[in-house]
């Protein structure tokens, strides 16, 4: 079973729309002649307010090679809602993908299971493709409860959600004490947890689809991790923080995940 990689920027709460439109820029320039098939899928989720001049920078000048993501949505089409985002304003501006459940949402906004499976399901239903995020802290990892852990929000996340619509998610596995710390998961480590979720998407989905689901790693990606990452059975690609933010780091990421 081949999976196209896929290289994701999580800008997280950074880049003004100026800064937003040179860092694209940058990007799009230094991977415009590299060959499409050879390329990952090169993903990049500014905050909502630089949607638009990103956007403007990909997709409407016809931008193959860079797709573009929501850091977050809310599941209700519109409504009283003060400073949420419904999927379907972002779609208007071409994402193609939203990030959901990051530990970030999870820690300091207290999103639930329950509210990052109705995020699914409608990011789904829209015709979008939701990029969940999961991952353990370090108590959890030391007390010896990461995999039941994964596979609670593996299953949670994706509760009533066809299995066909299944293979078509991705999913980031990301160890919270890994995020923003420079330490990142040893690769097998990465890959073994990885399997762990492949074998809980197997459970709900059935071994075919689960085969399908791109699985990513999160957590202090760099140059220098990407190749031993990429190099794994079962890691598809990196969602990338800290070092996505300058154009030289992500296209030496994006390089490094090439075929
Ligand atoms: P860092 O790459 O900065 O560790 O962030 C990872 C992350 O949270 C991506 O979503």
């Known amino acids: 079973m081949s999976r196209r990689p896929i290289i994701a920027g999580n800008w997280k709460m950074h880049n003004n729309r100026a800064e937003s439109a ?3 820029c940058a990007i799009k320039e230094a991977i415009q002649d590299i060959d499409k098939d050879a390329l990952p899928e090169v993903v990049v989720a500014p905050v909502f307010t630089s949607l638009g001049v990103v956007s403007e920078n990909i997709c409407h000048c016809g931008c193959e090679r860079i797709k573009l993501a929501a850091q977050n949505c809310y599941f209700e089409p519109k409504g009283a809602f003060t400073g949420e985002v419904s999927i379907d304003m972002i779609k208007d501006f071409g994402a193609k993908f939203i990030i959901i459940g990051h530990s970030e949402r999870r820690q300091i906004f207290s999103e639930t299971d329950e509210m990052i499976n109705k995020k699914a399901i409608a990011i789904i239903e829209a015709g979008l493709t939701p990029i969940i995020c999961c991952g353990e802290t370090l108590e959890q990892r030391e007390l010896g409860v ?14 009533n959600v066809k299995p066909s619509d299944i293979a078509n998610v991705v999913i980031a596995y990301e160890p919270i004490w890994a995020i923003g710390t420079g330490k990142t998961c040893d690769s097998t480590e990465a890959n073994r947890v990885i399997k762990v979720i492949r074998n809980t998407l197997a459970q709900i989905a059935g071994r075919e689809n689960a085969e399908k689901v791109r699985i990513l790693y999160g957590g202090s990606v760099k140059p220098e991790t990407i190749k031993e990452q990429m190099a794994q ?5 990196a969602l990338v923080g800290g070092a996505s933010l300058k154009a030289e780091s992500f296209v030496e990421i994006i390089k490094g995940a090439m075929k």
């Not at 990461?146 to 509760?159: E, F, G, N, P």
């Not at 059975?233 to 690609?237: F, K, L, R, V, Y």
């Open 22 to 24: 040179k860092l694209v």
């Open 146 to 159: 990461t995999d039941s852990h994964i596979a609670s929000q593996i299953v949670k996340a994706l509760d």
């Open 233 to 237: 059975s079962d890691i598809d690609g």
